[in-house]
Structures are given as C-alpha cells and as structure tokens.
C-alpha cells in the first residue's frame, strides 16, 4: 500500500509565506517525478509544479519566481516554498507522485490535498 501524506496548508496574509510538505510511504521500490496541483472553488485541477528525480523543475506561470519545488529522496518527500502569497492562490493543493511500487505496476498517486488560504 503506498500513501501520500501532506502537510503545511493553512491561513496566510497576502504577501506571506507558507511551505507545503508532502512525503510517500508504504511498499516502495522507486518515487520518480512529483509534483504539486492545485483546485480553486470552481476551477479545475491545475498544474502548480513538478520537479523529476533528478531535480529538474516546471511551474506555472503565475507562480514562477514565487513558489520553489524542491525533493528529499532519502525520505521520498516533496516540498513546496511559497512566497509572497497572493489571494488567488487559495485553493486545495494536492502532491502527487509517479511511483514505482515494489510489487505492482508504477501509478500516480495523490494525497488526501490540504487547504491554502491566503486572505487580502
């Protein structure tokens, strides 16, 4: 059984900061990329950030120079930074993961999302 488990979402004022964490456990041979989504009231899921085991980045734009994906494979953690908050950027945010179970086939799995409120 593999889980994403995530953590740090909670109530910011604009122009602050809050760090995401996200860390996969369970019957593990290999995490590859992962990376983070986030859904708005009303909107669909959208692409916030990946980062690949070798630590190549993608963000969206609108939040290029604000957020920083970052990765542990040690601990197969998933870590989002984020800066200089903007009241669009409430909304839930998932972790994702391309994983590499030790028995079954590689999947994506996402995590359970926690919610990131960023008051004006």
């Known amino acids: 059984q593999v889980q994403l488990v995530e953590s740090g979402g909670g109530l910011v004022q604009a122009g602050g900061s809050l760090r995401l964490s996200c860390a996969a456990s369970?019957?593990?041979?290999?995490?590859?990329?992962m990376g983070w989504y986030r859904q708005a009231p009303g909107n669909e899921r959208a692409l916030v950030a990946t980062?690949?085991?070798?630590?190549?980045?993608n963000y969206a734009d609108s939040v290029k120079g604000r957020f920083t994906i970052s990765r542990d494979n040690a601990k197969n953690t998933v870590y989002l930074q984020m800066n200089s908050l903007k009241p669009e950027d409430t909304a839930v945010y998932y972790c994702?993961?391309?994983?590499?179970?030790?028995?079954?086939?590689?999947?994506?799995?996402w995590g359970q999302g926690t919610q990131v409120t960023v008051s004006s």
């Open positions: 980062i690949t085991s070798g630590g190549s980045t």
């Open positions: 369970g019957s593990i041979r290999w995490v590859n990329d």
């Open positions: 994702t993961a391309h994983i590499t179970p030790r028995i079954f086939l590689s999947s994506d799995y």
